[in-house]
């Protein structure tokens, strides 16, 4: 049973534009959503997360959505680079209060961005 | 601070063989969790362990195990390597392991 959905499987958006991945997560009791950014070869690298409490948090050019009642999350890309090139993924993890200590993560997005 | 670090980096074993992985976490970082990575089903959660003991263990057969010393360091072990075990073995270690968990750069297992 996949518990997180993630769109699209590819994204091919041009340098300077807006790259938007979301996930969909099944789960109510999910209570911590990290997105991981990895190239090839490489293992996956925290890019920034958020709890259920708060709707949007920004880091730089990376922003997450969050909607509780949707059960959604999204990641956007401000300002696209091909340096923004890699594979990402979304995860989510139960929290303290019935903890299972691992994360499920959606099946990526392969983001290429073009100069 | 140094990373999660893993090794070795890439093994090529053939099956029926049997296969050791080392992961050294992050300096205070108690919990370690590793992960399966593979092009058709992507991340998947192996186990975890905190403080030598497994606290979850992830729906793959009894072949694949781990454990965790004193230090933190842990080890994960395959036994009779099949084809389908070819994967990039990941371990990821954090304070607790219900928040931020930090992941190595990966062991690439080719099972020939």
């Known amino acids: 049973q996949q518990q997180v959905k993630q769109s699209p499987q590819s994204l091919i958006v041009q340098k300077g534009g807006i790259s938007i991945i979301n996930c969909a997560y099944e789960?109510?009791?999910?209570?911590?959503f990290p997105w991981y950014q990895q190239f090839p070869g490489k293992g996956p690298a925290l890019l920034i997360a958020?709890?259920?409490?708060?709707s949007e948090k920004k880091e730089g050019r990376f922003t997450i959505s969050f909607n509780k009642s949707a059960k959604q999350f999204s990641l956007h890309i401000m300002d696209s680079q091909p340096g923004d090139s890699a594979t990402y993924f979304c995860?989510?993890?139960?929290?303290?209060?019935?903890?299972?200590?691992?994360?499920?993560f959606g099946k990526g997005t392969l983001l290429t961005v073009n100069p | 601070k140094a990373g999660v670090t893993q090794t070795p980096r890439y093994l090529i074993k053939t099956r029926g063989q049997q296969v050791t992985l080392s992961c050294s976490p992050i300096?205070?970082?108690?919990?370690v969790s590793w992960y399966q990575q593979t092009p058709g089903q992507g991340l998947q959660f192996l186990f975890e362990?905190?403080?030598?003991?497994?606290?979850n263990k992830g729906n793959f057969p009894g072949r694949f195990s781990g454990r965790q010393f004193s230090n933190s360091r842990s080890e994960m072990n395959v036994s009779t390597l099949e084809l389908g075990d070819s994967a990039l073995y990941l371990c990821?270690?954090?304070?607790?392991?219900?928040?931020?968990?930090?992941f190595g750069p990966g062991t690439r297992l080719t099972v020939l």
């Open positions: 990821a270690s954090s304070f607790t392991g219900y928040n931020e968990q930090f």
């Open positions: 789960n109510t009791a999910f209570d911590y």
């Open positions: 958020i709890r259920p409490d708060v």
């Open positions: 995860a989510a993890n139960l929290g303290y209060e019935g903890s299972n200590y691992k994360l499920t």
């Open positions: 300096s205070g970082h108690r919990s």
């Open positions: 362990y905190f403080s030598e003991t497994q606290r």
